[in-house]
C-alpha cells in the first residue's frame, strides 16, 4: 500500500514512479480526496484543542461557584456540547474520507525498484544467468506422457472428482510429491528457516494484505457462506501472521517456510498450459517469506533468491535466473527475480519461483512495523516459492527420462523418495 501521505504531498512522484509499469495511473481524485481529508483532520484537531480548553474552564468554574446552575456554568457547558456535536459529525466525515482513500489506494501497485530493468512486458525481462545444461536431445516426451505411462496420475478421473485442471496423484506420483515437500522443507530448515504450516482458508483481510484483494478477487475461489477463501499462496497466511504487530528489532529477520496447498482460479491464462502439471487449479508449493530490517531488504532479496536457487542445484535440475521488468511485476513487488527451469519437451525455460522484495508495501498494507531508533517504522516483507512442487515434478520427469521408459531420481532426492530410479510399479 502507498503511503497517503506521499501521494497528498508529492502526486506528480507518485505518478511518475507508477507509470514505470508501463500504464498511466490517475490519482488526481485521490489526491483531492487526501487534501479534503487532510483539512478535516486539521479542524478535528483544533475543536478537540478547544474542548479541552473549555472543559477546563468548567472545571474551574464548578471549584470556584458555589452554585452549579449559574448562567457562566450553563453556558460553558451548553458550549461544550457544541463542541462534542461538532466533533463527533467531524469524526464522521473522517470515517468515510478514510474509507474512500482507502478503498482506492489499495488498488495501486507497488513502485518499481529504480534497479528492475525497464519494460512493457515479459519480452523485456533480463536474463541474468543460467546454471546447468539442458537436456536438448529430439523426441524427448513431456511430462504428462511420462506421468500417464507409468502411471503416476489421473486427469481424466480427476474431472469426475471436481472439474478440469486438477489431478489426482496415484501410487509413486504420490510418493515423489511427498519426497519432495519433505526435501525442500528440510533443506531451508537447515538454512535457518522455521517452519509453518498455516490455514488453507483465510480471510479478506488477509488477502488484502498482501495484495491480492480487491485487485485479484476473480483469481481467488471464495466460500459463499463465509468470509473466508481458499488461500493461493501461503505468501497470503504468512504476512496475516504478523498483522497489526510491532515485532521487536532483535528478533529480525525473521524467516519462514510453510508447506500449503494452493487454490487459483487461473482466469487470464486462456487456454495456455491446459496439459500436464504447470498450470492446475490446485497444487502444491513450499514457500519462503522473510520479515526483515528495511535497510536490510536489498540483501535479503538475493539470499531469499539463492536459498531458492539451492534447490534446484541439489536436484541437478538446469535453470536461469530472470530480472523481471517493470511492466512485468507482480502487483505487490517492487522487484523480482525469476527463477525459470529447464522443460526439454518444450524446449524452454519455465518459471517454477519468483522471489519477490515488497519494501514496505505488504507491511503498511498489514500494519506489521518494527522500532528503529524509536520510531515505529514499517518492516519490509520478502517472498519466494521455494519451490513449487508440481512444476518441480514435472522437471524431474523431463529431464530424468531415461530410453528403457524410467525416470532417473536426483541423487539428494533418494533418500527421501527410497529408489534411484521411477519405474512402472
Not at 397 to 406: A, C, F, V
Request: aromatic residues 8%; charged residues 25%.
Amino acid at each position: 500500500m502507498l503511503d497517503q501521505k506521499l501521494i497528498r504531498e508529492n502526486p506528480t512522484f507518485v505518478k511518475e514512479n507508477l507509470s514505470l509499469r508501463g500504464k498511466d495511473y490517475n490519482i488526481s481524485h485521490i489526491q483531492e480526496l487526501a487534501v479534503k481529508k487532510k483539512e478535516i483532520d486539521i479542524e478535528v484537531s483544533n475543536l478537540q484543542y478547544e474542548s479541552k480548553k473549555l472543559s477546563k474552564l468548567i472545571g474551574q468554574e464548578i471549584n470556584k461557584s458555589k452554585n452549579n446552575n449559574s448562567l457562566q456554568l450553563n453556558n460553558l457547558k451548553k458550549k461544550g456540547n457544541e463542541y462534542r456535536i461538532k466533533i463527533s459529525e467531524f469524526e464522521e466525515k473522517q470515517r468515510i474520507f478514510d474509507k474512500e482513500i482507502n478503498n482506492e489506494i489499495l488498488s495501486l501497485p507497488n513502485f518499481p525498484s529504480k534497479d528492475a530493468p525497464i519494460g512493457k512486458d515479459e519480452s523485456n525481462n533480463v536474463q541474468v544467468k543460467t546454471w546447468g545444461e539442458p537436456l536438448k536431445e529430439e523426441s524427448l516426451k513431456s511430462h504428462w506422457e511420462i506421468g500417464e505411462s507409468l502411471n503416476l496420475f489421473d486427469f481424466t478421473k480427476s474431472t469426475k472428482i471436481s472439474k478440469s485442471r486438477f489431478i489426482t496423484l496415484i501410487g509413486n506420483g504420490a510418493r515423489l510429491e511427498r519426497a519432495l515437500i519433505n526435501f525442500m522443507l528440510d533443506m531451508h530448515i537447515k538454512n535457518g528457516y522455521l517452519e509453518l504450516m498455516p490455514p488453507a482458508l483465510v480471510n479478506s483481510e488477509s488477502l488484502t494484505g498482501s495484495g491480492q484483494l480487491p485487485k485479484f478477487s476473480n483469481e481467488s475461489f471464495k466460500c459463499s457462506n463465509d468470509d473466508l477463501w481458499l488461500s493461493p499462496t501461503a505468501e497470503v497466511p504468512l504476512t496475516a501472521f504478523h498483522r497489526n504487530e510491532i515485532i521487536d528489532k532483535s528478533q529480525l529477520p525473521i524467516k519462514y517456510v510453510a508447506y500449503s496447498p494452493c487454490f487459483r482460479r487461473e482466469a487470464g491464462s486462456y487456454g495456455r498450459d491446459t496439459k500436464g502439471l504447470i498450470r492446475l487449479h490446485q497444487f502444491n508449493k513450499v514457500e519462503l517469506y522473510w520479515f526483515c530490517d528495511p535497510r536490510e531488504s536489498l540483501e535479503a532479496h538475493q539470499k531469499i533468491t539463492a536459498d531458492a536457487e539451492s534447490i534446484l542445484k541439489k536436484l541437478n535440475l538446469p535453470y536461469r535466473l530472470v530480472d523481471i521488468c517493470t511492466g512485468d511485476l507482480g502487483f505487490s513487488s517492487s522487484r523480482t527475480f525469476d527463477l525459470e527451469v529447464w522443460l526439454p519437451s518444450s524446449k524452454c525455460y519455465r518459471e517454477i519461483s519468483s522471489c519477490s522484495n515488497c519494501l514496505d508495501f505488504q507491511a503498511r498494507r498489514s500494519s506489521i512495523r518494527t522500532k528503529i531508533d524509536k520510531k515505529n517504522t514499517y518492516l519490509h516483507t520478502l517472498n519466494g516459492s521455494g519451490l513449487a512442487i508440481g512444476r518441480t515434478m514435472a522437471a524431474i520427469l523431463e529431464n530424468g527420462q531415461q530410453n528403457d521408459g524410467s525416470v532417473k531420481i536426483p541423487e539428494a532426492l533418494v533418500p527421501y523418495f527410497g529408489s534411484n530410479y521411477l519405474k512402472l510399479a
